[in-house]
């Protein structure tokens, strides 16, 4: 009894159909990696976002003030001892702040070149200060701190410290797309530093692929638990 073959017509059929099952099984293939993808992004943003929150939360049950508040930089000012015994009670030195004591810690959003952004701590290197240079005072002028903080950077004497990168703008609630020009930030409750009694920031984790974009936006805020307004404020 003979055996008849495959005709070119039942060959190219079953190739097809077979080309056609491998692709859809290609697809699922990918579509599950990307999930997982995905998935893991997610659980690295959690993580990540947690720290960050941690952090700024720890820093501000340290805080007595916010000295300088800008969108992309804030200044907070941790005291190593009370207002009423700073300077050992003179009249004139009750204000000083004390860098050998690391009283004065700057946050910053610093732009990358692939254009997104860095959250970095910066801090005073006292090893590297000028034994004429270890003190200075407050002052409720956002602009002194600005131009303070170029002058030690630029004097090479803070640590940075990078908390989290890969960061970008949080989207603006309601919206599904962020502005492309918008950045992260910092929030505050009110921008007078001799009022204002939290510290905050708002930022997304972003991971994208050929067909999806996971936004992880992150809105933390907390409140400055031992809120320490200066003398001079009352001033005002």
């Known amino acids: ?27 699922m293939v ?12 997610r659980a690295e943003a ?11 939360g720890l820093l501000a049950l340290k805080t007595r003030m916010t000295l300088e508040l800008e ?12 207002l009423a015994s700073s300077g050992t009670g003179s009249e004139t030195e009750f204000d000083r702040i004390n860098l050998l004591a690391d009283e004065l810690h700057w946050l910053e959003f610093v732009q990358e070149a692939d254009g997104t952004w860095t959250l970095v701590e910066w801090t005073v290197r006292p090893e590297l200060l000028p034994a004429d240079e270890t003190l200075t005072y407050f002052t409720a002028d956002g602009s002194f701190w600005d131009a303070y903080f170029t002058q030690l950077r630029d004097a090479e004497v803070l640590r940075r410290s ?3 990168s890969g960061i ?16 992260p930030r910092f929030v505050w409750q009110t921008a007078n530093i001799c009022e204002n009694r939290s510290i905050g920031a708002e930022l997304s984790f972003v991971a994208e692929d050929a067909t999806d974009q996971l936004h992880s936006d992150l809105r933390a805020e907390s409140a400055l638990a031992f809120f320490d307004r200066h003398p001079i404020c009352s001033e005002e």
């Open 168 to 183: 970008r703008a949080a989207r603006e609630r309601g919206e599904s797309v962020p502005a492309v020009t918008a950045a």
């Open 46 to 56: 959690i993580v990540r976002g947690a720290g960050v929150q941690s952090h700024i």
């Open 1 to 27: 009894m003979s055996r008849r073959g495959f005709t070119l017509i039942e060959v190219l059929v079953a190739t097809a159909i077979t080309s056609l099952v491998a692709g859809t099984v290609v697809a």
């Open 71 to 82: 969108p992309q930089r804030v200044l907070l000012w941790l005291p190593s001892e009370t």
């Open 30 to 41: 990918e579509a599950f990696r990307s999930a997982v993808c995905l998935q893991d992004y």
């Open 162 to 164: 990078p908390l989290a």
